[in-house]
């Protein structure tokens, strides 16, 4: 099973005047088939490591290690094919592909890693049912709610079967008891899968759940 | 590919849009082109259906040489005298007549010699037999002139007798017609009102056919002959109405071809702007530069060849419609080239947003602008 570990990692963001040191030395270990929280007040820096994690940013030093592989080291390309086949990413928002319904977000990341989007069609429809979405299949992004949309968001993070799951703020435009069902799916998720579950949340339903708090 | 499908029918209505488009571009360059090709045919077709090299002119002729343009008989014998040049009269002019069952048409009168290389092969009736005698382009059979008829020159009251009809040949928009350079004298030099052809009619001739081998010194015979000679090709731009029509459809033509691309590469500009939140979005889920520009071409080339086979398609259905009453020519091959033209000028405009795709950037996947 993979585990992630970030070692001493440091980012800075923006140019000239703008550029700001974001996260400095940060070391963190997530376990695989746990769900870790990652909780801090806005503006702390959890979404940029999150970034960090899923080979989106490259941070100006430190280790990044997913199973053997330092994604700090990999190029452009080795961090795309990382994102595309170890990955499941949920943004904290604008997760969601124009003109295109429900299942076919989840069919396009799985024709982006390679998978055979046609013949995954009756899965993608389970995993919308999973997020409490089977009444919405034939939906596009502009015909659902906020909250749906983050689902959505949702079942495709889960849709491949990552090794590494990020996951920033899923349950922030969800009401209590949907919180704690997307919570709970998360966390069953990561147990059965043993995959890696990393959170960004501010809401105690997720904090209370997980295994493991890392405060920023 | 499956997902290039998927994006393509997100924004199917944009992408039909566009293609419509790029169909009537191409359409418009399609019906441009025939246009061009069949107003030319029907200005010089008499001309380059010639058995001739090379035409030679009276040097006083500097522009519409066919009108203007008058070499005397001694001319002639000069010519025909030098080596390795076959040389035979021709009178152009254009004139109008009435046939005895009332068709009125118009006549480009071409005065050769019989039996001479520019005397035409017919394809109904008899070939010119000698004066007074008329061989019709089968333009005027298709205007209501037929064999048998006689036809009479308008106010000078020559009369023709039509023995023959020869391929579709016309000058200045004018169907042609073939008589004997005596015949065509009359026509040209007869004073109209004059009830009888005045005796003593110039040995004149509008310019001498030549056919010359290479390697005779048409430079050195126009020197001690007072004449100017042309290749037929070029003597074409003397023909009534040709260069202006040339230059016209032509600039029409580079013009298209240069909105082509232009309207391409901006739809697919602002397409590629509006599309950045989507292309980061798909470069954070890990799709490489790569494929996002497969992406992009494929789609263009969907929108690009799609557009202009229906334009195409219009484009001959344009000339089908309108070929018999307007000089209209699109054969297969033009046809081909100006749409390949058309479809390669588009996807140039197209591959301009290239560098906007692969430099999408996954990052701002993380910025509050979203
Ligand atoms: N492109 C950028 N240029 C400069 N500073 C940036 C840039 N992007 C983010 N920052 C700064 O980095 C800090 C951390 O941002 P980040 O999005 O990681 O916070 P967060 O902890 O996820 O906050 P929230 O809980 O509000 O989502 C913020 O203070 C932000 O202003
Ligand atoms: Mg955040």
Redesign the interface.
């Known amino acids: 099973m993979t585990s992630l570990t970030l070692r001493q990692v440091s980012v800075s963001l923006g140019h000239g005047d703008a550029r700001t040191p974001v996260l400095r030395g940060v070391s963190a270990a997530c376990r695989p088939g746990e769900l870790t929280a990652l909780v801090g007040p806005s503006g702390s820096g959890k979404?940029?490591l999150l970034?960090v994690a899923g080979a989106?940013?490259r941070p100006d030093s430190g280790q990044v290690l997913l199973g053997d592989t330092d994604l700090a080291q990999l190029g452009?390309?080795g961090r795309?094919?990382?994102?595309?086949?170890r990955?499941g990413?949920m943004?904290?928002?604008?997760?969601?592909?124009?003109?295109?319904t429900t299942v076919?977000q989840l069919?396009?990341?799985a024709?982006?890693?390679g998978r055979p989007?046609?013949r995954l069609r009756a899965a993608a429809e389970t995993a919308l049912g999973d997020v409490g979405l089977g009444h919405r299949l034939r939906h596009r992004a502009d015909q659902l709610s906020g909250g749906e949309r983050q689902r959505v968001a949702l079942a495709r993070a889960l849709f491949l079967e990552p090794q590494l799951l990020l996951i920033d703020e899923p349950t922030a435009a969800v009401d209590r008891d949907q919180a704690g069902a997307l919570t709970d799916l998360i966390a069953r998720t990561a147990r059965a899968r043993g995959c890696v579950a990393l959170v960004a949340t501010h809401d105690p339903v997720v904090v209370d759940a997980a295994t493991e708090v890392i405060s920023m | 590919m499956?997902?290039a499908l998927?994006?393509l029918?997100?924004?199917r209505g944009r992408f039909l849009l566009m293609g419509c488009v790029v169909l009537l571009v191409a359409a418009l360059v399609g019906i441009v082109s025939g246009f061009t090709t069949g107003l030319g045919d029907d200005t010089v077709s008499a001309l380059r259906r010639l058995p001739a090299t090379h035409l030679a002119f009276s040097p006083d002729a500097k522009s519409d040489q066919f009108a203007r343009s008058l070499v005397p008989a001694e001319t002639l014998a000069g010519w025909q005298q030098r080596p390795g040049v076959q040389a035979t009269p021709l009178g152009v002019t254009i004139t109008r007549g009435t046939t005895d069952r009332h068709a009125e048409v118009d006549l480009a009168a071409f005065g050769v010699e019989v039996g001479s290389f520019l005397d035409p092969a017919v394809e109904d009736g008899q070939r010119l037999g000698g004066d007074g005698q008329l061989v019709i382009s089968r333009k005027l059979a298709e205007e209501g002139v037929a064999i048998g008829d006689t036809l009479t020159v308008d106010r000078l009251g020559i009369a023709l007798k039509v023995t023959g009809i020869t391929g579709r040949a016309s000058y200045g928009h004018v169907p042609a017609g073939y008589v004997t350079t005596a015949t065509w004298q009359a026509i040209r030099f007869t004073a109209p009102g004059a009830s009888t052809p005045a005796a003593g009619l110039p040995q004149q001739y509008s310019a001498i056919a030549l056919r010359a081998a290479s390697s005779a010194d048409l430079d050195g015979a126009d020197g001690e002959l007072g004449t100017r000679t042309v290749s037929v090709t070029d003597a074409y731009a003397a023909a009534p109405g040709y260069t202006g029509e040339r230059v016209t459809m032509t600039s029409i033509q580079f013009f298209l071809y240069l909105i082509a691309p232009l309207v391409v590469g901006a739809f697919f500009g602002v397409w590629t702007v509006q599309r950045q939140?989507?292309l980061a979005?798909?470069?954070?889920?890990?799709?490489?530069?790569r494929?996002l520009l497969g992406h992009t071409l494929v789609q263009a080339a969907a929108v690009v060849l799609g557009g202009t086979l229906a334009g195409a398609a219009l484009a001959s259905a344009v000339g089908l419609l309108v070929g018999a009453e307007v000089p209209f020519s699109l054969p297969g091959l033009a046809l081909t080239a100006t749409m390949a033209t058309v479809a390669l000028a588009a996807l140039a405009g197209a591959a301009l947003t290239l560098r906007r795709v692969a430099n999408a950037d996954?990052?701002t996947?993380?910025g509050a602008g979203?």
């Open positions: 979404s940029t970034a989106l940013l452009d390309g795309a094919k990382a994102r595309r086949e990955i990413y943004f904290q928002s604008g997760n969601l592909l124009g003109g295109l076919e069919l396009a990341a024709s982006i890693a989007a046609r | 499956y997902l998927l994006e029918k997100a924004a939140p989507e979005l798909l470069r954070a889920m890990g799709a490489s530069r494929r996954p990052m996947m993380l979203r």
